[in-house]
Structures are given as C-alpha cells and as structure tokens.
Nanobody, 126 residues
Framework: QLQLVESGGGLVQPGGSLRLSCAASGFPLAYYAIGWFRQAPGKEREGVSC???????NYADSVKGRFTISRDNAKNTVYLQMNSLKPENTAVFYC????????????????????WGQGPQVTVSS
C-alpha cells in the first residue's frame, strides 16, 4: 500500500526558502499524480501545487513564480521548493497522491486525492 512521508518543514524568516520532500513507499510514485496542499490556522485546506504522472504542473496564483514542484521517480520522491516565503504562507503543508493510470490529470481539489502525508508545519516569521 502506498505510504507518504514528508520532511523539510520548520521556521524560516520572511524572504527565506524551504524545500519540502514527500517520499513514497509501497508502490511506484510514477503511477500517481501528486498534490501539495496547505491549511493555515482558521482556514480551509487549499491546493498549492500539483504535478501529473507525466510532469504537467499547476500552481495557485498566490505562489506562481515563487514555488516549484518537481518529481524524481528514481528516488520515488516529490519536492516543493518554496522561495521568497511570506508570513501568510504559514501553514501545515500536506502532500497527497492520486492514482493516475487511467488519466494523466493533476487536480487542485483535495477531495480528488486518496493518500496523504503527515503534514509538517511551515512557519514564516521574523
């Protein structure tokens, strides 16, 4: 069964960078679309970015030009590079996987995903 383990969260000053990792085990990640979602205090979970099985990507308008999603199928890992972080980016970040062997799609809605990581905290503060 597919399992997702996240790492890379922590505290960073405004303008700084973090890289989140989502490592999969139990099944080749190449068969899945992967999404990154975040949930800030008092707010609903929202999509940040996603990458399809063949590498197509989507980004929330608020992070375009600052965040980059990528996948390394040889390492069975997906990354989210976050640059120029802002205090409003403070949230718990989750990676999630959706089986994509029938269609090569990359939805940004969280109810489309089945497998979820454990969501490390990202705090942007001086």
């Amino acid at each position: 069964q597919l399992q997702l383990v996240e790492s890379g969260g922590g505290l960073v000053q405004p303008g700084g960078s973090l890289r989140l990792s989502c490592a999969a085990s139990g099944f080749p990640l190449a068969y899945y679309a992967i999404g990154w979602f975040r949930q800030a205090p008092g707010k609903e979970r929202e999509g940040v970015s996603c990458i399809s099985r063949r590498g197509g990507t989507n980004y929330a308008d608020s992070v375009k030009g600052r965040f980059t999603i990528s996948r390394d199928n040889a390492k069975n890992t997906v990354y989210l590079q976050m640059n120029s972080l802002k205090p409003e980016n403070t949230a718990v970040f989750y990676c999630a996987a959706r089986l994509a062997i029938l269609q090569d799609v990359c939805p940004m809605t969280d109810d489309s995903y089945v497998y979820w990581g454990q969501g490390p905290q990202v705090t942007v503060s001086s």
